[in-house]
């Protein structure tokens, strides 16, 4: 049983394209992220959640948005895929900042 | 505003040797510490974790951390390293109050036979 599953893992898209992440977690947690982490390894937070409410959006461009259906999944649309935006994009989720983030195995996005 | 510094981007090391990744962090508020490790390809690992309690934390595979509040600091240790060690590994720090991560910049550990 995966704690924090999200699919796909390998993601290659042309640019001007629009694609979905999803990343469901099954431990009860009340807080969801998203990190984008770049080609030197630097990982950046881009979205978290708290019951399915939005509470931090850390200045990402609006062709990124975040949906939370629930509070075991938070999925991430986005649309006019640019070059830039390749990366591994990691789901997270934890008792809000009270104990460790779990983390997903990450989605390789690659724009041609 | 806080930040978490990994004052080393890359150590390489002769497998059996001991090892230490240093991380200090900056915070106006108390905070919890953790240790993640990433293997190629994969995700992040929880290695140890700082909540409250004894400042000498231990992990998983042998690792360690001492959290120093006066140094502001939370390195990571282990006494002999194997080849499998050979990962990228991140200092992080959260709070209550932030609703998020802060990570470092990672370190990536080298270990030579």
């Known amino acids: 049983d995966t704690a924090v599953s999200q699919t796909p893992k390998y993601l290659v898209t042309q640019m001007g394209n629009d694609k979905s992440i999803k990343c469901e977690q099954n431990?009860?947690?009340?807080?969801m992220y998203w990190y984008k982490q770049d080609s030197k390894k630097f990982l950046k937070i881009m979205f978290s959640?708290?019951?399915?409410?939005?509470?931090i959006n850390e200045t990402v461009p609006n062709r990124f948005s975040p949906k939370s259906p629930d509070k075991a999944h938070l999925n991430l649309h986005i649309n006019s895929l640019e070059l830039g935006d390749s990366a591994v994009y990691f789901c997270?989720?934890?008792?809000?900042?009270?104990?460790?983030?779990?983390f997903g195995q990450g989605t390789r996005l690659t724009v041609v | 505003a806080q930040s978490v510094t990994q004052l080393d981007s890359q150590v390489p090391v002769f497998e059996e040797a001991p090892v230490e990744l240093r991380c200090n962090y900056s915070?106006?508020?108390?905070?919890?510490l953790f240790w993640y490790v990433q293997y190629p390809n994969q995700g992040l690992q929880l290695l140890l974790k700082?909540?409250?309690?004894?400042?000498l934390v231990k992990g998983i595979n042998g690792f360690e951390a001492e959290f120093n509040k006066s140094q502001t600091s939370f390195h990571l240790r282990k006494p002999s390293v194997h080849i499998s060690d050979t990962a990228e590994y991140f200092c992080?720090?959260?709070?209550?109050?932030?609703?998020?991560?802060?990570f470092g910049s990672g370190t990536k550990l080298n270990v030579k036979p």
């Open positions: 997270a989720s934890s008792h809000g900042g009270n104990t460790e983030a779990f």
């Open positions: 431990l009860g947690h009340d807080t």
């Open positions: 959640y708290n019951n399915k409410e939005l509470i």
């Open positions: 915070s106006s508020v108390s905070v919890y």
């Open positions: 700082y909540l409250s309690g004894s400042t």
């Open positions: 992080a720090v959260s709070s209550p109050s932030f609703n998020k991560f802060y």
